[in-house]
């Protein structure tokens, strides 16, 4: 029998904050009881939040996985920091991989190992704590992320031409089209753009107004570089119809020893949900094959 899910929250010392900062947290299945490692899972955004990566509770439960969800700083359930909008110093990567650090120090997972799942900008962020080589990290999965927020633009302006329409029928033209293609979108989804609205600042200050115009202090960020540094096995996810299309994933694959890429030929940015059970299988049976 399943147990029921754990919440908790951890305390997080933010870089040049001087009030009590945590980090909330739910885990599905016994870390303590599991002789192997857990499944650590990165929400994109960034400010997202943890509810549209839902789907991978299966993982728990047909694969007997632990999986542990949590709201990155800046959303969600975790602490906001509403006046540091447009703050790039304060928004950095450095922010959210000592967050994951704190995270999984607090949770012990060190000596047993853990496996780190990244969807979208939780993938960049999981890209770039691979190649810190951290102790303990086993596997990695890196869903709908790009190597390249260049090639990301890139591959946004090919996917159609944004500018010939008011900008909200666009956007949402985009998303239908390239973030999720299902009608409706299911409620985890809809949640995410909820955390979003509510919690923008990390959103704007980084990535920029919109999914297709790159703005913001990560524009320029190329994590195929120190890609070659990851040691850990690697599962690279994407859609036939993904925003993070064919070329801004191929350096990952390039640069990455120990690499698979598989694209789901049914879905876009969302396969987890558009194509879950085969999304499921790959994932579960990459981090279940000790080979």
């Known amino acids: 029998m399943a147990s029921p ?9 933010a870089p040049g904050i001087d009030k009590p900062c945590k980090t909330w ?3 599905y ?3 303590e009881s599991r002789p192997g490692p857990a499944l650590i899972a990165l929400h994109g955004g960034p400010g997202a939040g943890h509810e549209y990566l839902s789907p991978l509770i299966d993982i728990y439960e047909k694969y007997n996985i632990p999986v542990i969800f949590y709201d990155q700083v800046g959303c969600g359930r975790s602490t906001h920091f509403r006046d540091r909008m447009g703050d790039t110093e304060f928004w950095t990567f450095e922010l959210f991989l000592k967050e994951l650090d704190n995270l999984v120090d607090h949770l012990q997972l060190r000596a047993k190992g853990f496996y780190v799942f990244g969807q979208s900008w939780g993938g ?3 890209g770039a704590y691979a190649a810190l080589q951290p102790q303990g990290l086993r596997k990695l999965i890196l869903s709908g992320a790009p190597a390249s927020i260049p090639l990301l633009a890139k591959g946004a302006r090919e996917l159609g031409d944004h500018e010939s329409e008011e900008f909200e029928t666009a956007a949402k033209e985009f998303y239908a089209r390239h973030v999720c293609r299902l009608d409706p979108y299911p409620d985890d989804v809809l949640r995410a753009f909820e955390n979003l609205k509510d919690g923008p600042s990390v959103y704007v200050t ?3 107004p919109s999914e297709f115009v790159i703005v913001g202090s990560f524009k320029d960020w ?3 570089r120190d890609a070659h540094k990851i040691e850990a096995e690697t599962l690279l996810l994407n859609g036939r119809y993904d925003e993070a299309t064919d070329q801004c994933i191929k350096p990952w694959f390039s640069h990455i020893r120990r690499v698979k890429w598989v694209t789901l030929e049914n879905s876009n940015h969302m396969a987890h949900f558009e194509e879950r059970d085969r999304y499921i299988q ?8 000790s080979a």
């Open 5 to 13: 899910p754990y919440e908790g929250e951890v305390a997080f010392d």
């Open 25 to 27: 947290y739910k885990i």
């Open 29 to 31: 299945g016994n870390l």
């Open 124 to 126: 960049m962020l999981g």
């Open 206 to 208: 980084m990535q920029g």
């Open 222 to 224: 190329e994590g195929w």
């Open 282 to 289: 790959l994932v579960g049976e990459f981090l279940s094959d």
